[in-house]
């Protein structure tokens, strides 16, 4: 009788892989963040760069490497990815100038708001801070669900393609 093949392995071996791909990934994009932030320290406006740096870091990571709740990464080696990504940096654009526009016309109103709005302790943020990553939270996953669509599809119009040319 032949041994049975457990697929369940395979997957298992390479959602680790995945899994630890992700986690070197994400280490390395927080280290480069805070070697920024060491140089950063007297440049004036320095968190705008800081936001810009951890903007584009989420959208590359949430939308090229494979993460718990999404299907997969995209990788650069497909053709359909290639040819979309200056479509993606276009929109990535578009994204960085609404989020860094926000976050500078939330800052000039911040002299508006409550001081209890914006008064932060040691034990706990202030609800300003907590609307701002909430803001910038749902801003990034919008970029992201927008990328990872175009990508779908086309890799799904390359794959479909190379489908109907394979029948004779």
């Known amino acids: 009788m032949p041994d049975k093949i457990d697929s369940g392995s395979a997957n298992t071996t390479n959602d680790f892989y995945d899994g630890l791909l992700v986690a070197v990934a994400f280490v390395g994009f927080m280290a480069a963040g805070l070697g920024l932030v060491v140089f950063l320290n007297d440049v004036p406006h320095e968190e705008l760069y800081l936001i810009a740096y951890m903007h584009a870091s989420f959208v590359i990571l949430l939308t090229f490497f494979h993460v718990r709740g999404f299907d997969r990464g995209y990788s650069l080696n497909l053709k359909a990815v290639r ?38 302790d040691s034990r706990h943020r202030s609800p300003f801070v907590l609307l701002l990553i909430c803001a910038f939270s749902v801003v990034v996953m919008a970029q992201v669900l927008l990328s990872r669509r175009i990508l779908q599809r086309s890799v799904d119009a390359e794959r479909n393609t190379m489908m109907d040319e394979l029948q004779p």
């Open 83 to 120: 040819s979309q990504l200056s479509k993606l940096f276009s929109i990535h654009l578009l994204f960085l100038a609404l989020v860094l526009a926000g976050y500078m016309g939330i800052e000039a109103s911040r002299v508006h708001f409550p001081e209890s709005w914006v008064h932060e």
